[in-house]
């Protein structure tokens, strides 16, 4: 893993965590756990209205840390609702907290290549549907990322388990000077609790 990206994880602080929040997340530790236990793949799909920010944040720090806790059978995805574009911002962010982070291809929803090992296949990110082939099509937890997706489509087709764990949009700062540090506090939010979520799980 890249020091860069290795040191910010330690600097993470789990002990900040709420305990109110704690039990929010324990259905998601329990889901891993149960999957680790049972020795079969953990496939977690980050879901949000637009793909386009919290759900990419989530997909990119869940599938670190929990390489980070040595959990090697996950694979994360991320989908919305409808499909946009993974908004620039959120890849700097990541590429800010040590992703390596490239832009395959260009036009209204680009590719993104987001590397955090010098060996390990990249995260792909991009904007994508709940429906969409590039995500798995059964046997994955559902987390509900942002309030309005986990009220708008209550039925996930193929979901094992649905998850809310919901976070506050930093779009709610774009444009305005407060813009880059919404954007890190949010996505150090969500490294945080998905730090806490895998130093939880026993192999």
């Not at 602080?13 to 997340?25: G, H």
């Not at 099509?137 to 942002?146: E, K, N, P, R, V």
């Not at 813009?179 to 609790?193: G, L, V």
Request: aromatic residues 10%; charged residues 20%; glycine residues 4%.
């Amino acid at each position: 893993m890249y020091s860069t990206l290795k040191e910010n994880i330690k600097s993470f602080d789990t002990a900040s965590i709420p305990e109110e929040r704690k039990k929010t997340l324990q259905p998601l530790i329990d889901f891993i756990q149960s999957k680790v236990d049972a020795k079969t793949t953990v496939n977690l799909n980050f879901i949000c209205t637009h793909n386009s920010r919290r759900s990419h944040l989530s997909q990119a720090w869940a599938q670190v840390l929990g390489k980070y806790y040595g959990i090697n059978n996950l694979f994360c995805y991320s989908a919305g609702t409808e499909a946009t574009s993974l908004f620039r911002v959120a890849a700097e962010t990541l590429a800010n907290s040590g992703f390596k982070v490239d832009k395959l291809s260009e036009g209204n929803n680009p590719v993104y290549s987001l590397k955090y090992a010098e060996n390990t296949h990249p995260i792909i990110g991009f904007s994508k549907t709940i429906a969409s082939q590039f995500n798995p099509q059964s046997g994955f937890a559902a987390i509900m990322t942002c309030s309005s997706a986990d009220q708008g489509c209550p039925f996930i087709a193929g979901a094992e388990k649905r998850i809310p764990i919901t976070y506050e949009d930093p779009k709610v700062a774009d444009g305005t000077p407060q813009q880059a540090e919404k954007y890190e506090e949010r996505s150090t939010q969500i490294a945080t609790e998905m730090k806490y979520v895998f130093s939880q799980i026993k192999k």
